[in-house]
């Protein structure tokens, strides 16, 4: 689904991620998405790779349904919850799910991980950098001297790469970064891929086939 890249630390968290979804045959662009979702009731995110549909679930469920002050009572009661909308989905179509925010209890961000491979168990972040999909040969040395342009770096790296596979994660479109804090988040659009608009153009045939 995705490229997802992210600094996580006690004070600040930085999230990059691009906006290309695509089609069932992992091969053709289907639309341009927002994949970066700002809780800011939470002082925190929701991102996630795979399933689309089930991300997008759990964001409605969040919205709609969750009661809680902070990021900690609200991650130790998710796993029940995201098992339940996963049934809705075919077992192959694998989901996971990032959740960050700030615990006021701990005065400190805090990082969660729930993968439909391991029956979304809560998993805690420990804090670090980190991308997916991986790319062994970028020099992550100062990253945080200039987060944008090596996000920019990384991520055209991790598009060259993908697109060279039959089956592709499918990463394209714009990146967008989030920068959280405690008490503030900021988004923005901070790149464009050079094949925006042909892949936009692949995305309006498509349309039009269907018709």
Not at 90 to 97: E, G, V
Not at 98 to 110: A, E, P, W
Not at 175 to 188: E, F
Not at 189 to 198: A, C, G, K, S, V
Request: glycine content about 4%; proline content about 4%.
């Amino acid at each position: 689904m995705t490229a997802l890249n992210f600094i996580f630390e006690e004070e600040v968290i930085f999230i990059a991620m691009d906006t290309l979804s695509i089609s069932t045959d992992k091969r053709t662009p289907y639309k341009f998405v927002s994949k970066i979702f700002p809780l800011p009731h939470l002082r925190g995110a929701l991102c996630g790779t795979g399933n689309l549909d089930l991300v997008l679930d759990w964001h409605r469920e969040i919205q709609k349904n969750i009661i809680a002050q902070s990021i900690d009572f609200f991650a130790e009661n998710s796993t029940d919850i995201l098992v339940k909308l996963n049934e809705n989905y075919p077992k192959n179509a694998t989901t996971t799910m990032y959740q960050f925010g700030y615990s006021q209890t701990l005065n400190k961000f805090r990082g969660f991980v729930f993968r439909s491979t391991n029956k979304f168990k809560l998993e805690e972040l420990t804090f670090c950098t980190a991308h997916r999909p991986p790319v062994e040969d970028f020099n992550f040395d100062n990253f945080e001297n200039n987060v944008d342009e090596n996000f920019i770096k990384l991520m055209t790296m991790q598009k060259q790469l993908d697109d060279q596979k039959p089956d592709k994660a499918g990463i394209g479109g714009e990146i967008h970064r989030l920068i959280l804090m405690k008490n503030a988040s900021k988004l923005d659009i901070i790149h464009r891929f050079p094949d925006y608009e042909m892949q936009y153009r692949q995305m309006l045939r498509k349309l039009s086939d269907l018709k």
